[in-house]
């Protein structure tokens, strides 16, 4: 129990002195997947031969004294981030048997540094929820109680982290889809500022908001794999040039004179009770360690999940207007190309997806365009300018992660309002393309994780993990029966 | 009722880039089918378009060359739309916020000199091809992402004369800037007409309909003049036109319709999130002005101008992008400007005309022009046996100095041969020699043509004049 327990620094000691080797280490993992994940249901693609041909590869680098920080580390992969030669399905029917012939930029660099790849994890289709449950398969569990969900759309991955499946992930976040998952399955995920890392190879969601970024067992492992995977990229002309840090640089100084912002609206009645009181607890360990607490107000809040179907919805409609059937994915049958696309899309595509492209269409579309799509982009300027006010008088801000701990599989699917507002804490932060840490701050009565989110000015990421690291350092986690004794 | 014609245009061109306009991708015309794509061209799910600097600079010269305003602040939309042979499902174009915007660009038509508006030129990726085969459909990619730029103009134009005078200008124009190589054959040029009719003078425009994809000057003038036939044969007869996009048929000569009003598409353009707009400074736009090659009118001034050509054979050259870069670069070979210039309007252009060259690809060099001008010139061969040699370097591409060689066609001022080729033409045309010496010395120049026909340009005309005034007055 050791080893799956370890920080990815121990691993890499570990790995360095020879304990254990890459091959070992990937065994003891993929030993766990196949023991506890027919249950959990993380991974869609499990890489075992691959993946230990790459452990060889990274023990031969580890033999030289060569190691980079993630040589023979092993990792899970969010299932929209292309993997060359091996499927990546965004967990939907329409890319069942999409096998990119390339890798995102992300995987490139983390091959660069030899790492190990164990599979490819479940996630909601095309991204699109926030329960992992509109996946067309591997339906991914909360791995704290299995009648509940893991979150999403990252669920497949912060579910890995959670069960000691897999000691980090990438995943990726549109509107929460890295935070709110972490915050379900007790780990630490942390959301980019956008552009930070490349998008290539990340199948786009919603293009203007989409950021790939960690999920690990701490803030550390989260900025030691921010250090691999940022920079900017030629193949990216959204990525920022902004210099690359050592964002694990921070960890261990003082946080003393901190401004942490409270936004009232953050701790509306809307948020769970037992959310609200653990996070302001939080809020008192963090002045306990000599932060200072600023209240706050952000207007535009009640406006933000309106602003984000919209953007998001409409970027999604013409992003996912490539999968016709014709070159690859799932082929419909018809007798000319538009019944022929039209069947490949029916069958293709699940109902949340389905309901994402016509909400978006119907945005753009001329007569409604200046009603929806503009207003939403005068929105976004608004809550940049409240994020900008906001960060003249403070240095973080602290919210929940989400209103609710990890709810009930089934609870929530069939009102797709409610499923939306859930959203509420995290898609302000990929609207103002601002970086957010989640971490667990407690658990409820029913010993579900809850997570807070800081959130940083752009590209203060080290700052955060800084941040999310002097909490750590004091906080009991709760064990699960997948990582108990 | 007197019906008059309102025309607009959009004219499609491909930019001559290397590469394609968001990927590496080569942009030559041609090649196996599919085997110039990537996946980012294809459209593969992941991938990211990023673009191409070159394209931006080439439409930026496209506009300064048509007098229009460069913004100074630009970006790309999204234009939706499902078609097999655009692998996104959307086209990146600009909507709000093209490149250029306002122009004009001055023709001859009609006798009289119009200036013709543009409206906005834009930049844009090509779609693929279509490729329809018994009851299959196959697509290829490779065209898919070459950079266009879409020349939109205001409805200035009035008849099928203004339409193909416009797009012979700026096709020479964009060629002349290194923009569009213009081959229309190639598909790098076409053409959108929009056409209506109304009564002269009236303040309202009558229903338009659009022609597609015209790509020759041949079939622009031809759908031109029919539409404005159909549209006014409908009108005549009290019916009406109905709006919609219109396809010519190159063999019967006439239009059909593709789609009506009702089936036009919601493109749902909106801005494209991949890539950052763009900004230029001053000195950006100003670098970019600055490397804009000579154009054709100021050609035909410094022709005119500094050479003292004729204005029809300045006219001529300037015509055709290849022919003028022959002449100067032939010019700076060898400095005759005129006998060069009278040479390549009349006997090369000829045997272009004929068919028997292809201005773009010739076999033989400038300098090998120049230094067939220059053997003329320097009394090395007679003028008339530039003509047999030209024919010669076109059909083998051989030198001119190996032609002459090979021909035996140098000029020898064998006087002995002179003297005696002299003596028999005079022999055998006694009438005419008869006419001179009684004061009709007008058939001096017969007598000198048959000479020199007889000597096949072995001598030198004075020789031959010298030889034949002596014989003639003695």
Redesign the interface.
């Known amino acids: 129990m050791e080893l799956i327990n370890a920080s990815l620094k121990t691993l890499r000691t570990m790995l360095d002195n020879k304990e254990i080797s890459a091959r070992e280490l990937a065994k003891e993992y993929y030993d766990r997947i196949k023991k506890y994940d027919p249950e959990l249901e993380s991974y869609i693609t499990v890489t075992d031969e691959q993946a230990l041909s790459d452990a060889d590869e990274a023990q031969k680098r580890i033999d030289e004294k060569n190691a980079a920080p993630l040589t023979g580390i092993p990792l899970a992969i969010k299932d929209?981030?292309?993997t060359d030669g091996i499927r990546?399905t965004?967990a939907s029917r329409m890319?069942e048997n999409?096998v990119?012939?390339?890798n995102?930029t992300v995987i490139e660099k983390l091959k660069g540094q030899n790492y190990v790849l164990l599979g490819k994890t479940s996630m909601d289709e095309f991204a699109m929820g926030g329960s992992t449950q509109t996946a067309a398969f591997s339906k991914t569990k909360n791995p704290y109680d299995i009648t509940r969900v893991p979150g999403g759309s990252s669920g497949g991955s912060a579910c890995a982290v959670g069960a000691k499946l897999a000691p980090a992930a990438l995943g990726s976040d549109t509107g929460g889809s890295i935070r709110q998952p972490a915050s379900f399955c007790g780990v630490t995920g942390l959301k980019p500022t956008y552009g930070r890392v490349s998008?290539?190879?990340?199948?786009?969601f919603?293009?203007?908001l989409d950021q790939i970024g960690p999920i690990a067992n701490s803030a550390e492992d989260c900025g030691i794999l921010l250090n691999a995977i940022a920079g900017a990229d030629?193949?990216?002309?959204?990525s920022s040039p902004a210099p690359v840090e050592d964002y694990t640089a921070l960890i261990g100084q003082d946080i003393k004179g901190l401004k942490i912002a409270l936004p009232a609206e953050f701790y509306s009645d809307s948020t769970d009770d037992e959310v609200k009181s653990t996070v302001l607890s939080a809020a008192k360990e963090y002045e306990r360690l000599g932060a200072e607490l600023v209240q706050c107000n952000m207007s535009s809040l009640k406006y933000a999940v309106a602003a984000y179907y919209l953007i998001s919805g409409?970027?999604a409609?013409?992003n996912l207007?490539?999968?016709?059937g014709?070159?690859?994915g799932l082929r419909g049958e018809g007798k000319s190309?538009?019944e022929m696309?039209r069947d490949s899309r029916s069958k293709g595509f699940g109902a949340e997806v389905k309901r994402r492209i016509l909400l978006g269409?119907y945005a753009?579309?001329?007569g409604y365009?200046d009603a929806y799509?503009r207003k939403a982009l005068a929105l976004k300027q608004l809550i940049i300018k409240e994020y900008n006010d906001i960060f003249d008088k403070a240095d973080v801000i602290l919210t929940p992660t989400a209103p609710t701990a990890a709810y009930k599989i089934g609870e929530q699917e069939s009102d797709p309002v409610k499923m939306y507002l859930a959203d509420i804490c995290t898609v302000t932060v990929n609207i103002a393309s601002l970086p957010a840490i989640s971490l667990p701050c407690g658990y409820n009565a029913d010993g579900m994780p809850i997570g807070m989110s800081l959130v940083g000015k752009r590209f203060g990421e080290a700052v955060l993990i800084q941040t999310a690291d002097a909490y750590q350092r004091g906080f009991k986690y709760e064990p699960n029966k997948y990582t108990g004794a | 009722m007197k019906l008059y014609p309102t025309i607009g245009l959009e004219i499609h061109a491909e930019l001559l880039t290397q590469s394609k306009v968001f990927c590496t991708c080569s942009a030559q015309f041609g090649g196996e089918p599919n085997s110039r794509c990537c996946?980012v061209c294809?459209?593969?799910?992941?991938?990211?378009?990023?673009?191409n600097a070159k394209a931006v600079e080439y439409i930026i010269k496209a506009g300064y060359i048509m007098n229009c305003d460069i913004s100074r602040f630009t970006k790309w939309d999204?234009k939706?739309y499902?078609?097999?042979d655009l692998?996104?499902?959307?086209q990146i174009s600009q909507m709000p916020r093209p490149v250029c915007l306002g122009g004009y660009v001055d023709i001859e038509s009609e006798g009289e000199t119009k200036r013709m508006r543009i409206n906005r030129i834009h930049l844009e990726e090509d779609a693929g091809k279509l490729v329809h085969q018994n009851r299959v459909?196959l697509?290829d990619y490779n065209r898919c992402g070459i950079p266009l730029i879409e020349i939109v103009t205001e409805p200035d134009f009035h008849s099928a004369q203004d339409v193909t005078a416009f797009f012979e200008k700026i096709r020479l124009m964009l060629q002349y800037a290194g923009v569009c190589d213009g081959r229309l054959e190639q598909g790098s040029m076409r053409c959108d007409v929009n056409i209506s009719l109304a009564e002269k003078g009236s303040d309202t425009l009558g229903t338009r309909t659009e022609v597609k994809n015209l790509n020759s000057l041949k079939a622009i003038q031809r759908a031109v003049e029919y539409e404005i036939y159909r549209q006014t044969e409908l009108i005549e007869n009290g019916e009406r036109v109905i709006q919609e996009t219109l396809h010519f048929n190159d063999a019967t000569g006439e239009t059909s319709s593709l789609r009506s009003k009702e089936d036009a598409h919601?493109y749902?353009?909106?801005p494209d999130?991949?890539?950052?707009p763009i900004i230029f400074t001053e000195e950006e736009l100003e670098q970019i002005r600055a490397d804009i090659p000579e154009m054709p009118q100021q050609r035909y001034d410094r022709y005119v101008g500094e050479y003292g050509i004729s204005p029809t054979d300045a006219s001529v050259i300037i015509n055709n992008k290849a022919i003028s870069d022959l002449f100067d670069n032939a010019v700076k070979a060898y400095n005759a400007p005129k006998p060069t210039a009278s040479f390549i309007t009349v006997e090369l252009m000829r045997r272009i005309n004929l068919g028997e060259a292809n201005a773009e690809e010739l076999p033989f060099a400038a300098k090998e022009l120049a230094r067939l001008i220059e053997l003329a010139e320097t009394g090395k061969i007679s003028k008339d046996n530039r003509k047999v040699i030209l024919r010669e370097m076109l059909s083998s591409g051989k030198a001119p100095d190996d032609v002459a060689e090979e021909l035996q066609l140098w000029i020898k001022e064998d006087n002995a041969l002179i003297e005696k080729t002299v003596d028999e033409i005079l022999a055998a045309n006694p009438t005419p020699v008869e006419q001179y010496r009684s004061g009709q010395t007008k058939v001096f120049g017969f007598l000198m043509g048959q000479c020199n026909k007889a000597l096949k340009g072995s001598a030198s005309p004075a020789a031959i004049k010298q030889m034949l005034e002596k014989k003639l007055n003695s």
């Open positions: 929209n981030i292309c990546t965004c890319l999409f990119p012939p390339y995102a998008r290539y190879g990340l199948i786009a919603a293009s203007s030629a193949h990216d002309a959204t409409a970027e409609a013409s207007s490539r999968f016709d014709i070159k690859y190309f538009d696309i269409n753009l579309s001329s365009y799509y | 996946p294809s459209g593969l799910p992941g991938t990211l378009p990023v673009l999204r939706n499902f078609y097999p692998p996104k499902a959307y459909s697509a919601d749902r353009y909106f999130p991949d890539i950052p």
